[in-house]
């Protein structure tokens, strides 16, 4: 699914994040920036330990916060790892959390260059955020940074599995109907 955001491009796909050929790939890391599972463990893994020694380094990344590293063997040229909001229940700023995530990724694209970029669902499952509530401030905080700055100029949501690409779809056509 796609749609034309003030001349920039937003897409839905399935399929795995870490296949992407694109400028920037974000990553849902933890805020020690150290390796765990799901997406974070698939972009460490197939991007080889140049990512891990980088992330290291910086020693850690707030939550909502976005800090950049190589993308070692991956097709791109950053990896933005984001540090996405536990779920407790909606009462614990999570919302804005989740929203910052995408806002902080998107500035340090822009920051940095990076026309186009590939997002996963943020949150959504270690971190266990409700993904149709995910799904909706994802959308609305992606089409709002394209309307307004002209880099990136093309985010892709690469989602992994069927609910969740659904879940999106619905969210994309609510904001932006065809
Ligand atoms: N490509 C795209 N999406 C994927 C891939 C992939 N290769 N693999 C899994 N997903 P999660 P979180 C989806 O748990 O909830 C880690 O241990 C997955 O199906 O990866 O933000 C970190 O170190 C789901 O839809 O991230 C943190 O400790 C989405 O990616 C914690 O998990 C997010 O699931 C972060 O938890």
Redesign the pocket.
Known sequence: MKRIVAGKAFELVR????RERVDAIVN???SRL??????????HSAGGPEIEAECRKIGGCGTGMTCATTAGKLHARRVLHTV?PIWRGGGHGEAELLASCYRSALELARAENLRSIAF??????????P?DQAAAIAVATIVAFLENNAIPEAVKM????AA?YAAYREALAAALPA
């Open positions: 399929g795995d994040i870490t849902a890391a933890n150290i390796p765990g599972g799901g997406v974070d463990g698939a972009i996405g996963p669902s943020i949150s959504t499952g270690v971190y266990a955020y993904v690469v989602l992994f599995d969740t």
